[in-house]
T-cell receptor, first 118, second 112 residues
Framework: DTGVSQDPRHKITKRGQNVTFRCDPI?????LYWYRQTLGQGPEFLTY????????KSRLLSDRFSAERPKGSFSTLEIQRTEQGDSAMYLC????????????????FGPGTRLTVL | QKEVEQNSGPLSVPEGAIASLNCTYS??????FFWYRQYSGKSPELIMS????GDKEDGRFTAQLNKASQYVSLLIRDSQPSDSATYLC????????????FGTGTLLAVQP
């Protein structure tokens, strides 16, 4: 399977615990995006990387959230001191971004990690 | 006003009919537009992208874009029960980041 993969697929944790999610993008894709989706809503942008550089973070991303893409391949998203409001589907997407054609880059999503904070 | 608006539905159509899904966006500078299909409990799956005014066809799917009216639509011909899902409209306003702004989705129900 050469698509985007995410691990774990489901995570149940208690309030106050730390959690970490992993995303492996499509191998030749240089851009990686994190989104969050709650029930009845569309995905909301959280942050994105071009290779290993984190280029933008949404205001939705509080200081309890941190993301890395250390070697420009896989990425991790960590949530510290989880709160019940963090319960959501965390989605990763990747794209093959090309300068000059940037508007046309399609993003492909992984299966998501569903987080439940008790 | 939401940046991307969709009717939440449900839109119910009989099997074999044409389903028409609509989306409006607020930022006139938006550059590219995408339709994703999302089955319940699953992640979004890209089905169409469109960048220029007019129609773009791919199999049973046709995307239509009218930038002057800030309107994007998706037509599904010969609708099948397997097309029953939520259809998300996504807009790229920023050619640098390419972050997508999503609508809340339209639930399509195809009745056998």
């Amino acid at each position: 399977d050469t698509g985007v993969s995410q691990d774990p697929r489901h995570k149940i944790t208690k309030r106050g615990q730390n959690v970490t999610f992993r995303c492996d993008p499509i191998s030749e894709h240089n851009r990686l995006y994190w989104y969050r989706q709650t029930l009845g809503q569309g995905p909301e942008f959280l942050t994105y990387f071009q290779n290993e550089a984190q280029l933008e973070k949404s205001r939705l991303l509080s200081d309890r959230f941190s993301a890395e893409r250390p070697k420009g391949s896989f990425s991790t998203l960590e949530i510290q001191r989880t709160e019940q409001g963090d319960s959501a589907m965390y989605l990763c997407a990747s794209s093959d971004w090309t300068s000059g054609l940037s508007s046309y880059n399609e993003q492909f999503f992984g299966p998501g990690t569903r987080l439940t904070v008790l | 006003q939401k940046e991307v608006e969709q009717n939440s539905g449900p839109l119910s159509v009989p099997e074999g009919a044409i389903a028409s899904l609509n989306c409006t966006y607020s930022d006139r500078g938006s550059q590219s537009f995408f339709w994703y299909r999302q089955y319940s409990g699953k992640s979004p799956e890209l089905i169409m992208s469109i960048y220029s005014n007019g129609d773009k066809e791919d199999g049973r799917f046709t995307a239509q874009l009218n930038k002057a009216s800030q309107y994007v639509s998706l037509l599904i011909r010969d609708s099948q029960p397997s097309d029953s899902a939520t259809y998300l409209c996504a807009v790229n306003r920023d050619g640098a980041t390419n972050k997508l702004i999503f609508g809340t989705g339209t639930l399509l129900a195809v009745q056998p």
